[in-house]
């Protein structure tokens, strides 16, 4: 069993920067695929980005390629999130989750597929 905490999120102007980072307990995250998805309101949940646990092959959506950096610290057992140049339709509620399946890293993951998920942190962008 993995436990996720997401943290970081928070209130920022447009063109600013949020380092999330999403925390594990109960087992190393260097088994697993690690994914950052969104849910905005009235929205469905999207795929953000994603990173590979053997390779640390990373995959990001197009609306957020080049503003975005996913990692991993497997020595601290987080994957963080650094997102820079904020627009306002980055904001919502952003999860991590993690797959225990092999992924690649050349595709989104699926949200549907993913064992485990932390319960999100706001990320608010005003204008």
């Known amino acids: 069993q993995v436990q996720l905490a997401e943290s970081g999120g928070g209130l920022v102007q447009a063109g600013g920067s949020l380092r999330l980072s999403c925390a594990a307990s109960?087992?190393?995250?260097?088994?697993?695929?690690i994914g950052w998805f969104r849910q905005a309101p009235e929205k469905e949940r999207e795929f953000v980005a994603g990173i590979s646990w053997n390779m640390g092959r990373t995959y990001y959506a197009d609306s957020v390629k080049g503003r975005f950096t996913i990692s991993r610290d497997n020595a601290k057992n987080t994957v963080p999130l650094q997102m820079n140049g904020l627009k306002p339709e980055d904001t919502a509620v952003y999860y991590c989750?993690?797959?225990?399946?092999?992924?690649?890293?050349?595709?989104?993951?699926?949200?549907?597929?993913?064992?485990?998920w932390g319960k999100g942190t706001l990320v608010t962008v005003s204008s």
């Open positions: 989750a993690a797959d225990s399946a092999y992924y690649s890293g050349s595709g989104p993951l699926n949200s549907y597929a993913m064992d485990y």
């Open positions: 109960g087992r190393a995250l260097s088994g697993y695929a």
